[in-house]
Every structure is written in structure tokens, then in C-alpha cells.
């Protein structure tokens, strides 16, 4: 298990562009010849893709649910019906 | 400051809800409107502390103004000004918000950025990643419909593990507060549970992958 985590761990810190020009080196010569491992990585780069899509649709949410809330106040209410009618 | 009419009228609606539900608990009759509102009381209270609320108020008005002269509907607004504001929440957790004027002035000019992009102009304007406009070529179709038909199995299955990836890859917490966010003992077991998290999206990747081949 912990040699995984660290794995997932290197795996992170390349994708986010965290790691140091060595370790880059070495990650970048293993992705060449280790299929297995280049997998993963392609694997994990479309979770972090999955995470960001469900994050934003997540906040577009949380905007939607503000800009319902702000209707009910009169003074931003009225400030829109004014210059969409 | 300003008090608002909901600051008051909302806790009184609320306390009258609660009073009512007891009433009726007592007599042996319990309406379920008394539980929906003040659930609903929460929700609008978590909202109205939204640290992003002022910010809306204040700015979303001027951008409807602009997006109305140069033609554009209401709806159309309120799509580039929530780009905008993703724009704007994504670099400040990141970290990479550099404002040389207020939030307000950044998250218009944005704003327009955006609505400006979403009429085929402004393509100069380099966007942060995964805000370029989607391809319409058929294959780009694919790819997105796939996306999306993945994250609602991964949601389905697992809503709490989104939001631990969320909470790490995207509001870039700590490993403590995560654990405390989630109630994990301590950092260690939340960098566990991250892990299993990850590696259940990476095998429905792989899965699905393979399924397409």
C-alpha cells in the first residue's frame, strides 16, 4: 500500500508540474519503457481532468444558488428588470 | 451598515416554522413543510454567508449593463459572469490571483473576456485550462459525452470521494483539514482514504477504457 501511495503521490507531483528536473528525468524515461506505469499516469491525468469537471460543475451550482438569493433582494432584482426590459 | 429586510424577516419565518413544528409534533400532527422550510432556511443562510455574495452583488449588475448595450441577453450574462468568477475563485485558492485593481474591476474584465469568447471573439485571450471553447468536430463530441457519462457513474457511486478529490486537487487543502472536514483520526488516514478515492476513479477509467476498445 505505501509503495502505491508514494507512487500516486510521484504521479501527482509530475501531472501538477511540482517535481524537480532529476526526478523529472527519471519519471519521463520510465514512462518511455514501462506500459504498465504510463498507464496510470494517463489514468490519473483524466481522474485530476474528472475532479475539475465535477469541482466546477459544483461551484457553478453553488454561483446559480447565489444569484437565485440575490432576486429576492429587491434593489438587485429591480436593478435587472430595468436594463432587460 | 445596511440591515437588509430578510436579515430580519428570515429568523422570524424561521422561528415561527420551528414554534409551528412543535405545536403540531405535540398534538400528534406534523406537517412536513415545517422540516422543508427550515431546511430550506439553512441552505438559503449558508448561502447568504457566501463569501462570494458581496462580490456578486456588487459587480453582476455592471456586467448585465455592458453584455445588454452590446446586445446580449440576461442569460448569456450570467453564463461568462460565472466563468468569471470560477476564473476568479480557481487563482485565488491556487494561489495565482494577481489583482492590480479590486476584485470587482478583475472579475469584469473577465467577465467580458469570456462573454467576448463565447461570441468568437477575443480568442487571443489565453483562458485557464479546461475554459477553451469545446471543439465541435465529432470526435471532440465524443470525448466530452464520455466525460460526462464516467463522472455521473463516479458521482452515483461515490459522491463523498468526489468531494475528498475536490477538497484536495481543486480547493487545495491541507491533509488536516481535509481529515478534520471529513472525520478522519488524523492526516495519515485521510492521505489513505485519498488514495483509495483516486484509485477507485483511475480503475472506472481503466475500465471504460477498455470497454471502448
Not at chain 1, 5 to 28: P, Q, S, T, V, Y
Not at chain 2, 36 to 48: L, V
Not at chain 2, 119 to 137: I, W, Y
Request: glycine share 6%.
Amino acid at each position: 500500500m505505501r509503495s502505491e501511495l508514494n507512487e500516486a503521490g510521484l504521479i501527482d507531483e509530475w501531472l501538477l508540474g511540482r517535481m524537480g528536473d532529476e526526478d523529472g528525468r527519471h519519471f519521463e524515461a520510465r514512462l518511455l519503457t514501462d506500459e504498465a506505469f504510463a498507464e496510470k499516469v494517463e489514468a490519473q491525468r483524466m481522474a485530476h481532468r474528472l475532479v475539475r469537471r465535477y469541482a466546477r460543475t459544483e461551484e457553478k451550482g453553488r454561483l446559480e444558488r447565489i444569484y437565485r438569493l440575490l432576486l429576492h433582494e429587491p434593489d438587485f432584482a429591480n436593478q435587472l428588470n430595468t436594463i432587460f426590459t | 451598515m445596511l440591515i437588509r429586510d430578510n436579515d430580519l424577516l428570515q429568523p422570524a419565518i424561521w422561528l415561527i416554522a420551528v414554534g409551528m413544528k412543535y405545536f403540531f409534533a405535540l398534538s400528534g400532527d406534523h406537517p412536513i413543510f415545517f422540516d422543508t422550510y427550515q431546511k430550506r432556511y439553512h441552505t438559503m443562510n449558508k448561502e447568504m454567508e457566501d463569501p462570494m455574495i458581496d462580490l456578486y452583488r456588487e459587480s453582476f449588475p455592471h456586467f448585465a449593463r455592458m453584455v445588454r448595450r452590446m446586445g446580449g441577453s440576461l442569460e448569456e450574462a450570467k453564463d461568462a459572469f460565472h466563468d468569471a468568477l470560477l476564473i476568479y475563485i480557481e487563482k485565488e485558492r491556487a494561489g495565482t490571483l494577481r489583482l492590480s485593481r479590486s476584485p470587482k474591476a478583475y472579475v469584469l474584465g473577465t467577465a467580458k473576456i469570456c462573454w467576448l469568447r463565447g461570441r468568437g471573439g477575443a480568442s487571443m485571450v489565453q483562458l485557464p485550462d479546461g475554459f477553451e471553447a469545446v471543439g465541435t468536430d465529432e470526435e471532440n463530441e465524443d470525448v466530452e459525452e464520455r466525460e460526462k457519462s464516467l463522472l455521473r457513474s463516479l458521482v452515483r457511486s461515490g459522491r463523498k470521494c468526489m468531494e475528498l478529490l475536490k477538497a484536495f486537487y481543486y480547493e487545495h487543502c491541507s491533509m488536516d483539514d481535509i481529515a478534520e472536514r471529513f472525520g478522519f483520526s488524523g492526516r495519515r488516514s485521510a492521505t489513505v482514504q485519498k488514495y483509495k478515492c483516486l484509485e477507485k476513479v483511475r480503475e472506472e477509467i481503466k475500465s471504460i477504457q477498455a470497454y471502448a476498445q
